[in-house]
């Protein structure tokens, strides 16, 4: 089910106190048009009725779509430092709901689901856009990676983010997020970068465990942390 609750939210451009609907579940089989504004980049995005500027509250709900076999914890950005401790809480709702702690019905339901902790919405949308193109989220923060290590001046995760902004037949296109306006460009890489890396799975064997801890699929994830 999906679930929204009211909360007063200061608008950061005049601090007039609203009414906001935040989001605390969606349930994407049954609110698929949540799931198309998530990859819009409008859920959860008002203008301000006060002085018009629209701003976004950052994300901490719990996305679940068991047609595609996702649940993720996502959690705001400013959480990331306590990246841990959130995965943990994450993977406890899991068990209370869909599964060790659940009911047999929904254990099975939840067999079928990846869990997964992320920070931001940049990094949710790239988690449904990697399990629409049938990218496994290892082998994308793999790519990531192999994907720097070919550019001389790689912006360096910290101050800027590298996220999975679309994906088209002949290339992933990652978007360097970061708050400066010497933010890089978006980074067009050949899709076959993907099937390359699956190709080799010893070679690529240690990078694919070290991008990964747990339900954190993320390099950045201490990085970003920092
Ligand atoms: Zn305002």
Redesign the pocket.
């Given at each position: 089910m999906s679930i929204f609750r009211t909360h007063s939210v200061a608008?950061?451009?005049?601090?007039?106190p609203?009414d906001f609907e935040l989001v605390v579940s969606v349930s994407a089989d049954r609110r698929p048009d949540l799931r198309d504004e998530i990859l819009a980049g409008t859920f959860q995005r008002e203008p301000?009725?006060?002085?018009?500027?629209p701003?976004r509250v950052e994300p901490q709900f719990t996305y679940i779509d068991i047609a595609r076999g996702q649940y993720i914890g996502v959690w705001p950005k400013a959480d990331r430092a306590q990246w841990q401790e959130r995965a943990a809480q994450t993977r406890a709702n899991f068990d209370d709901g869909m599964g060790v702690r659940a009911t047999p019905e929904a254990q099975r339901v939840g067999a079928g689901l990846a869990v997964r902790t992320v920070f931001g919405w940049p990094a949710l949308v790239e988690k449904l856009l990697a399990r629409e193109a049938g990218i496994d989220d290892r082998t994308l923060e793999v790519a990531k990676l192999a994907a720097m290590r070919g550019v001389e001046e790689a912006p360096l995760p910290g101050p800027f983010e590298m996220r999975l902004a679309a994906v088209d037949d002949e290339a992933l296109h990652f978007a360097w997020i970061g708050s400066r306006p010497e933010a890089p460009e978006v980074w067009r890489v050949p899709r076959t970068l993907i099937a390359e890396i699956e190709a080799e799975p010893e070679a690529w064997q240690a990078a694919r465990e070290a991008v990964a801890e747990g339900d954190v699929v993320d390099f950045q994830r201490e990085l970003l942390a920092a």
């Open positions: 608008c950061p451009a005049c601090a007039t609203i301000c009725p006060s002085c018009g500027v701003f």
